[in-house]
T-cell receptor, first 112, second 115 residues
Framework: AQSVTQLDSQVPVFEEAPVELRCNYSSSVSVYLFWYVQYPNQGLQLLLKYLSGSTLVKGINGFEAEFNKSQTSFHLRKPSVHISDTAEYFCAVSVRDDKIIFGKGTRLHILP | DAGVIQSPRHEVTEMGQEVTLRCKPISGHNSLFWYRQTMMRGLELLIYFNNNVPIDDSGMPEDRFSAKMPNASFSTLKIQPSEPRDSAVYFC?????????????FGDGTRLSIL
C-alpha cells in the first residue's frame, strides 16, 4: 500500500523569503506524485505533478518540486513567497490506478 | 469552461434527517470522486465512479452513506440518517480518463453541519 507523509503541519515564513514544504512517500512500485493547493473555502487545485522524466517539475504560481527516488521525497519549493500563497498544500501519490492518496496537508502562513 | 459544480454550498440539518449532496462533473470527464475532509482525518476518498459505474466504495464509512451516478453529468451522495459525526466538508472531483490520477478537478465543496 502507498502512503504520504507531510512532515510539517504548519510552516510560517516571511514574505519574499524562500520556502520548502516537505513530503515523503512510501510505495513498493513506481508512483505518480502531485502537489495540490487549497485556498480558504475552496476545493483543491493541482499545482504540479511528476509522472516520469525530469525529476525537477515546475508548476503554477512559481512553485517547483524535485522527485528524489532514493530518498522517496517530493519536496515543494518556491524562491520567494507572496501573501497570496497563504493556503494549505497537499502532497499526493498514485500508482497508475484511479485513486490518489493525499497527505494530511501543510498550512503555509506568510508573515508580513 | 465551467468547473465541477457542487450543491448546496452549505447545509445545516438536524441529526436523523436525510441529506443529499449533488455534483455536476466537468463535461467530458468520465471519472468522478467523492471525498470527505475533516480536521481529524484530513481528506478521505469515499467512492469513485468510472463511466458512471462505482469502482471502489471501500471508503464509504457505513451503510448510512450511499452514492449514485445515474448519468455522466450528475452524481449524488446521500446520508440517511445523518449523525453529528458526519459534519465535514464534502468534495466532488472529476477527471478525464481512467487512470485518473493525471489530473483531478475539484468542486468548491459542501460544508455539512449536523446538529
Amino acid at each position: 500500500a502507498q502512503s504520504v507523509t507531510q512532515l510539517d503541519s504548519q510552516v510560517p515564513v516571511f514574505e519574499e523569503a524562500p520556502v520548502e514544504l516537505r513530503c515523503n512517500y512510501s510505495s513498493s512500485v513506481s508512483v505518480y506524485l502531485f502537489w495540490y493547493v487549497q485556498y480558504p473555502n475552496q476545493g483543491l487545485q493541482l499545482l504540479l505533478k511528476y509522472l516520469s522524466g525530469s525529476t525537477l517539475v515546475k508548476g503554477i504560481n512559481g512553485f517547483e518540486a524535485e522527485f528524489n527516488k532514493s530518498q522517496t521525497s517530493f519536496h515543494l519549493r518556491k524562491p520567494s513567497v507572496h501573501i497570496s500563497d497563504t493556503a494549505e498544500y497537499f502532497c499526493a501519490v498514485s500508482v497508475r490506478d484511479d485513486k490518489i492518496i493525499f497527505g494530511k496537508g501543510t498550512r503555509l502562513h506568510i508573515l508580513p | 469552461d465551467a468547473g465541477v459544480i457542487q450543491s448546496p454550498r452549505h447545509e445545516v440539518t438536524e441529526m436523523g434527517q436525510e441529506v443529499t449532496l449533488r455534483c455536476k462533473p466537468i463535461s467530458g470527464h468520465n471519472s468522478l470522486f467523492w471525498y470527505r475532509q475533516t480536521m481529524m482525518r484530513g481528506l478521505e476518498l469515499l467512492i469513485y465512479f468510472n463511466n458512471n459505474v462505482p469502482i471502489d466504495d471501500s471508503g464509504m464509512p457505513e451503510d448510512r452513506f450511499s452514492a449514485k451516478m445515474p448519468n455522466a453529468s450528475f452524481s449524488t451522495l446521500k446520508i440517511q440518517p445523518s449523525e453529528p459525526r458526519d459534519s465535514a466538508v464534502y468534495f466532488c472531483a472529476s477527471s478525464s480518463s481512467a487512470g485518473a490520477a493525471l489530473a483531478q478537478h475539484f468542486g468548491d465543496g459542501t460544508r455539512l453541519s449536523i446538529l
